[in-house]
T-cell receptor, first 115, second 112 residues
Framework: EPEVTQTPSHQVTQMGQEVILRCVPI?????FYWYRQILGQKVEFLVS????????KSEIFDDQFSVERPDGSNFTLKIRSTKLEDSAMYFC?????????????FGPGTRLTVL | SQQGEEDPQALSIQEGENATMNCSYK?????LQWYRQNSGRGLVHLIL?????REKHSGRLRVTLDTSKKSSSLLITASRAADTASYFC????????????FGQGTRLTINP
C-alpha cells in the first residue's frame, strides 16, 4: 500500500542552524501538508501546498519556515534558523483531490531536537 | 476556534470490552476524521465521516456524527491489546486543501 515517507526520522541540531526535513508524498496525490506536534501537545497545522504554491499557512509558519517541491516526488520543509521551541515531531501529509476522499495520509514523522 | 476536543482524556478498559471516545467541535465542518497514534509514532488514518453522514462503519470501528450538537463518537468494539494508542479527531472545513484541526486526544489503554 502506498505511504508517505519522511527522512530523517530524527534530527538533532544546534540553535540557529538551518534544517531541511524531507518528505515523499504518495505519488498520485496533489495536496501536501506539514504539521507539527510538540511533546505532549496537540498536532498543529503549519502549511498546505498545492500546484507549486502555498494554499494556506498558520501563524506558526513565519518567515523562518519555507516549503518547496524541488522535483516531482519530494516535498521539503526548511527552518532557516532553528530555535529551542522548534523542537517537535514534524509530520508530512498528502491527500488527493480527484475522487471522493479528502483523507490526509501522514508520514511517520521527523523528530527535531534543537539544542 | 474550530478545535476538536476529545473526552475522556484517558480511558482504561479490559480486553474484549467496547471503548467509546467522544469529540466536540465549535464551527461548521465539511468532514471529521479519526486518527490513531501509537506512542511516539505517526498518525494512522482510521475513518472519515462527512457532514451529511450520520454513521460510518469500518471493521470494529463505528463513528457517529451529530452536526446539531457538533459532536462525534468513535466506538471500538471487542477491544484488543493492540488497540492501545492515542486517538484523535480532526475536523476539516471544506473539500480539497484543508487544514485539519486536531483535538488533544484520548489515551486508550487496553488491559489484557
Amino acid at each position: 500500500e502506498p505511504e508517505v515517507t519522511q527522512t530523517p526520522s530524527h534530527q538533532v541540531t544546534q540553535m540557529g542552524q538551518e534544517v531541511i526535513l524531507r518528505c515523499v508524498p504518495i505519488s498520485n496525490h496533489l495536496y501536501f501538508y506539514w504539521y507539527r506536534q510538540i511533546l505532549g501537545q496537540k498536532v498543529e497545522f503549519l502549511v498546505s501546498f498545492y500546484n507549486n504554491e502555498i494554499s494556506e499557512k498558520s501563524e506558526i509558519f513565519d518567515d523562518q519556515f519555507s516549503v518547496e517541491r524541488p522535483d516531482g516526488s519530494n516535498f521539503t520543509l526548511k527552518i532557516r534558523s532553528t530555535k529551542l521551541e522548534d523542537s517537535a515531531m514534524y509530520f508530512c501529509a498528502s491527500s488527493e483531490i480527484e475522487g471522493s476522499t479528502d483523507t490526509q495520509y501522514f508520514g511517520p514523522g521527523t523528530r527535531l531536537t534543537v539544542l | 476556534s474550530q478545535q476538536g476536543e476529545e473526552d475522556p482524556q484517558a480511558l482504561s478498559i479490559q480486553e474484549g470490552e467496547n471503548a467509546t471516545m467522544n469529540c466536540s467541535y465549535k464551527t461548521s465542518i465539511n468532514n471529521l476524521q479519526w486518527y490513531r497514534q501509537n506512542s511516539g509514532r505517526g498518525l494512522v488514518h482510521l475513518i472519515l465521516i462527512r457532514s451529511n453522514e450520520r454513521e460510518k462503519h469500518s471493521g470494529r470501528l463505528r463513528v457517529t456524527l451529530d452536526t446539531s450538537k457538533k459532536s462525534s463518537s468513535l466506538l471500538i468494539t471487542a477491544s484488543r491489546a493492540a488497540d492501545t494508542a492515542s486517538y484523535f479527531c480532526a475536523t476539516g472545513r471544506h473539500q480539497g486543501a484543508q487544514k485539519l484541526v486536531f483535538g488533544q486526544g484520548t489515551r486508550l489503554t487496553i488491559n489484557p
